[in-house]
């Protein structure tokens, strides 16, 4: 046991007026720093040994942990055993999942197997018959300000790209943030700019959408949904009706939006995209998740059976 020392007048004078002048949040944040500083500064005159290790109070010397380490994951999408149907196909038979914010997320699966089906859940754009789904708290059913709340904060981008044939693109892209988020124009006009310089296509604002290449009316659409600065984006197989040539400049703007931290649930057969780029790669078949899976566990070392016949086909 380390004995008590009584610490000189002067040293504790001086630390309640540090603290004094600190807000209440940062006096709390900083005052383990001034107590672990009084300690060397008080040893100068009374010499006493190192101070103990504890789990209040960790030594000066100890390392930080990564940044990484020290954020808690906390999920953006729970979906909890969610059945769809068609009539009576059985489109979705249970599926639950989790994504946690900041991550990226692959969907894989053969064409019919539910995972299109089951991202439009997300955002109400295809109701669900059983089970639960909440989006960054907020519980989807069929309350419409819900549905509003959540649409609001979930951007989407589809495979037809989906874009108003009659508007320009400055003027697609401005629409939902005028209506929507009841911005000016010229704010909604100047952010605009702002994802067109961002995507790489400023010089095509005044344009119509029939005047764009594929590729280009899909970075379109992309910062369209960016406009409305969503917490969560939605990929529909993006670059599934793009000539292969045009695919590489929309998955460079995917990359650039997963580099910065935007939570992403991409539909996609995209190998190479879900290696460099995906958190997690899950397969989907028959409606339900087959596999769930790191990149390097799903493509090298796969468990499920199906999970390798359908790798097998597309690599």
Request: aromatic residues 8%; charged residues 25%; glycine residues 6%.
């Amino acid at each position: 046991m380390w004995e008590k020392v009584k610490l000189n007048p002067f040293f504790t004078r001086r630390l309640k007026s540090r603290l004094h002048k600190q807000s209440p949040p940062a006096r709390a944040s900083r005052k383990r720093g001034y107590l672990t500083r009084i300690w060397y500064e008080v040893d100068d005159f009374y010499p006493t040994p190192p101070l103990p290790h504890s789990p209040t109070l960790p030594l000066p010397h100890s390392p930080t942990p990564p940044l990484f380490q020290m954020q808690e994951q906390k999920p953006i999408i729970i979906a909890q055993d969610v059945h769809k149907w068609y009539g009576k196909f059985h489109v979705l038979r249970g599926v639950s999942l989790t994504v946690n914010r900041g991550e990226v997320l692959v969907i894989m699966g053969r064409s019919g197997s539910g995972k299109s089906t089951f991202i439009r859940t997300f955002n109400a754009l295809e109701e669900y018959q059983k089970g639960q789904i909440e989006i960054d708290g907020i519980t989807l059913g069929h309350d419409l300000r819900n549905i509003e709340a959540i649409r609001r904060e979930v951007g989407m981008v589809f495979q037809q790209f989906n874009l108003f044939p009659h508007l320009t693109v400055l003027q697609n892209i401005s629409l939902a943030p005028i209506w929507v988020r009841k911005r000016s124009k010229a704010k909604a006009e100047e952010t605009a700019m702002q994802l067109l310089e961002r995507v790489g296509i400023l010089e095509q604002a005044q344009k119509y959408p029939g005047q764009l290449s594929g590729g280009q009316q899909q970075r379109v659409a992309i910062a369209r949904a960016l406009a409305m600065q969503p917490k969560i984006m939605l990929f529909d197989e993006p670059t599934s009706a793009l000539d292969p040539e045009m695919v590489r400049e929309v998955l460079d703007v995917m990359l650039q939006l997963a580099q910065e931290g935007m939570t992403m649930v991409v539909v996609s057969h995209e190998v190479g995209f879900a290696r460099e780029v995906a958190d997690r790669v899950i397969l989907m078949d028959s409606g339900l998740i087959v596999e769930s899976a790191t990149p390097d566990e799903f493509f090298q070392r796969p468990q499920s059976e199906r999970t390798r016949q359908f790798l097998s086909q597309i690599l």
